[in-house]
């Protein structure tokens, strides 16, 4: 079995997923069905236990990691402790390592912020973008009425496209009547099958925080964002306004969150004048990442950086330097050690920067 196998996997999972999203509930598709036959196969040939078919695989292996499977797979070292379904749903992973799917599952997000761009060059506000991402961001989960008052009151140009960001939340999600919002991400939190709560972004969980109830009136409708804009969306958003707020509390010259409408990440400048750039990655694969970044930062012509870093969130620092290192050694943009590192060591070569100039 090879990489190509798994990603068929991948892709036919997030397929299967999306059809019974949209109650599409026939077959199983193609690639999915072609690539558990191939597992049989490969099962009999190893003499271990075969496979029943597609249920009993999305019940059995696809829940554990592949390293678990028995099987000899010839795949990118970090793709060895990640498991394909979790909570019976496509892992972040599985998302992830779908490739073209990836484009597909991203489509409405593309076409938000590409509406989003276009309004905001012909806007008299030069921070429209960035306050529209940034609403998004803090906001996963909210009533009708806060949106629609904010629609009309903060985002009078950009209503309808905003309003259109967010659907009715899933009443299955409730626990005893009442909707909770991770104490971590802020994102609404589901109902596992033994009653208690989880977030969908599994990273959360190290952290420990308690629940926080959603507080709403009884007629007002609440809403989260969807599917592709709470993964693409408001999943990398939180670490990227976490570190902005950061980098805010030092006496900076400049700091900017979305520059030139979404450049990159943050754009800061040092009293010296020196320009860092900063590119926020929150992936499950450093191998995945690496495919997808083929370019340097791109540089924004009216205040060009000096230096710029790939940075990644302290939710997966427990990945470890190896995570790095795998980035670095396949990404085919030339890197430095010291252009690649989690947030905390990022914060920290900051400051001391800083330091020398205060």
């Known amino acids: 079995m090879n990489e190509e196998t798994i990603q068929k996997i991948a892709k036919g999972i997030c397929q299967y997923h999306q059809n019974i999203s949209r109650q599409k509930l026939s077959q199983y598709p193609a690639n999915l069905q072609l690539a558990v036959d191939k597992l049989i196969i490969n099962c009999l040939l190893t003499g271990i236990e075969p496979l029943q078919g597609v249920p009993d695989f999305l019940n059995r292996l696809a829940k554990q990691p592949l390293q678990d499977w028995d099987l000899d797979i010839n795949c990118p070292e970090d793709w060895h402790s990640k498991s394909l379904v979790e909570e019976q749903k496509p892992s972040n992973f599985c998302v992830e390592t779908a490739e073209e799917y990836l484009e597909e599952y991203g489509n409405f997000q593309r076409k938000v912020v590409e509406k989003l761009r276009l309004k905001s060059l012909t806007s008299k506000d030069r921070n429209l ?9 803090e906001h996963p989960v909210v009533t009708k009425g806060e949106l629609d008052t904010n629609a009309i009151l903060e985002f009078s140009s950009l209503k309808e496209l905003l309003i259109d960001c967010y659907e009715p939340a899933p009443e299955s999600y409730k626990k005893d009547d009442n ?21 969908e972004n599994r990273h959360c969980l190290q952290y420990k925080k308690k629940p926080i109830p ?19 969306m408001h999943r990398p958003g939180k670490p990227e306004v976490r570190l902005f707020n950061k980098l805010k509390k030092l006496d900076l010259k400049e700091v900017i969150l979305f520059p030139d409408l979404d450049k990159y990440d943050i754009h800061l400048v040092f ?24 370019k ?13 870093f ?8 427990h990945y470890g330097k190896e995570y790095i290192q795998e980035f670095r050694s396949y990404c085919t943009v030339p890197l430095k050690k010291s252009q690649v590192m989690f947030e905390g060591a990022f914060m920290q070569k900051v400051k001391r920067k800083w330091s020398k100039q205060s």
């Not at 909707?179 to 977030?199: A, E, P, T, V």
Request: net charge negative; with cysteine.
């Open 271 to 294: 009293p010296d004048d020196t320009v860092w750039a900063v590119d926020l990655k929150f992936w499950e694969s450093a191998y995945n990442l690496a495919k997808k970044v083929d």
């Open 310 to 317: 790939f940075i990644f969130p302290d939710e997966i620092k």
């Open 179 to 199: 909707f909770y919002c991770c104490g971590h991400c802020d994102s609404l939190m589901y109902l596992k099958s033994d009653g208690d709560l989880r977030c």
């Open 129 to 137: 973008y960035t306050k529209f991402r940034q609403y998004i961001i």
């Open 214 to 232: 959603f507080k709403a009136d009884s007629n007002d409708l609440v809403l989260w964002l969807k599917q592709d804009l709470r993964y693409f």
């Open 296 to 308: 340097p930062i791109p540089r924004w012509k009216e205040k060009p950086y000096n230096e710029c």
